[in-house]
């Protein structure tokens, strides 16, 4: 997790295109946001979930924010993120895999 002054000082540096709050009937339901490498993510809260709000905040969010195309980094496991973006009609280009060295540098 990062330190509060490190948050702060990653939203001062303006790191999006666009953030938005999801409001379901006045209330703060979730966030999204459109990076400036067109990157879409979202996170709704668990109490308002399952609602159809996700599919209609990337919708919108892809209305106002027209792009020749968007990404969405989606973890493999992470099975209902990816049935809810190949819903909206996104495809999968890559995995990345990782391994970790040996230095510290
Ligand atoms: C993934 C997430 C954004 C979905 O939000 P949501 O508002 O519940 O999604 P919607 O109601 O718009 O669902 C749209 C479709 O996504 C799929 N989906 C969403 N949640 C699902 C679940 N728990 N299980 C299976 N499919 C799911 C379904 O196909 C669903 O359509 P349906 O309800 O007609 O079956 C939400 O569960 C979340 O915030 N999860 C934790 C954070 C996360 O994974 N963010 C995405 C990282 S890229």
Known sequence: MPSIAE???FL?????????????????AGSI???KQDEIGIAI????QRLGLAKQAIEE??????????LANIAP???MSQKLFAELGFN???QTFEKHGSSNT
Not at 12 to 28: L, T
Not at 61 to 70: E, G, I, K
């Open 45 to 48: 809260h668990s109490g308002f």
């Open 92 to 94: 999968l280009i890559q």
């Open 12 to 28: 001062r540096s303006i790191p999006y295109a666009a953030w938005y709050i999801v409001e379901h009937d006045h209330k703060p």
């Open 61 to 70: 969010l892809m209305r106002q924010h027209p792009r020749p195309r968007y």
């Open 77 to 79: 496991l992470n099975h």
């Open 33 to 35: 946001y459109l990076s």
């Open 7 to 9: 948050h702060v000082a």
